[in-house]
């Protein structure tokens, strides 16, 4: 089946404790992107990467990290966070000039 | 700047009653949107696109939507409305820039059902 995963699905953790959310297609798809969602500010893109070994920031990159070393996989990296990185994360992907696939999001909370 | 507006926040509708909703796009001589579905807990789904050609296109779950160039309008509509469509509805338009593509999202609107 074509899908998004990402891993974990929730996640409680404290200020400074560094955390990674794994991502990853079945699709073959060259772009990926990583997303917040947050009450009354819609989806805001963090990075993305048009390629392996290619990333780029989005709107909201403070406090991220990104890589792209194999295709199917985008983890984002929080090497410190802080309770307003506390939001709903969404990992998509989709080929050139086409229509883009979610995975089913990660609600973390840092306290 | 490019941007994909929503014009309403929430809106509410009775069961069996018409939807419609509203989506302006501010760039590109041809855009390339989307409407998505994000279903209470769940990810977003793609309810359908539109790149070219007849300027309305239908999706899944009974929706469809109108192209109007002159407008810049996008918007979604569905004849009869059932429970299960309350969600939030998200516009996106896929522009170029800087030599790669983005994916631009309206700030969603929240679709009430009412029995």
């Known amino acids: 089946e074509a899908q998004v995963t990402q891993n974990p699905r929730y996640l409680i953790t404290v200020t400074g404790k560094k955390l990674t959310v794994t991502c990853s297609q079945n699709?073959?798809?060259?772009?990926m992107s990583w997303y917040r969602q947050d009450p009354g500010l819609g989806l805001r893109q963090i990075y993305y990467s048009m390629n392996v070994e290619v990333t780029d920031k989005g709107d909201v990159p403070e406090g991220y990290k990104v890589s792209r070393k194999e295709k199917r996989n985008f983890p984002l990296i929080l090497e410190s966070p802080s309770p307003n990185q506390t939001s709903l994360y969404f990992c998509?992907?989709?080929?050139?000039?086409?229509?883009?696939?979610f995975g089913p999001g990660t609600r973390l909370t840092v306290l | 700047a490019q941007s994909v507006t929503q014009p309403d926040i929430h809106i509410t509708v009775s069961e069996g009653a018409s939807l419609e909703l509203r989506c302006n796009y501010s760039y590109g001589a041809t855009p390339y949107l989307f409407w998505y579905v994000q279903s209470p807990g769940q990810g977003l789904q793609l309810l359908l696109k539109y790149f070219s050609g007849d300027t309305l296109v239908q999706g899944i779950k009974g929706f469809e939507a109108e192209f109007k160039r002159s407008q810049s309008s996008f918007n979604l509509r569905k004849p009869s409305v059932h429970w299960s469509d309350a969600a939030e509805y998200f516009c996106?338009?896929?522009?170029?820039?800087?030599?790669?593509?983005?994916?631009?999202f309206g700030k969603g609107t929240k679709l009430t059902v009412n029995p």
């Open positions: 996106a338009d896929l522009i170029t820039q800087g030599g790669s593509e983005k994916l631009v």
């Open positions: 998509a992907s989709r080929r050139v000039f086409n229509e883009q696939f």
């Open positions: 699709m073959n798809h060259e772009y």
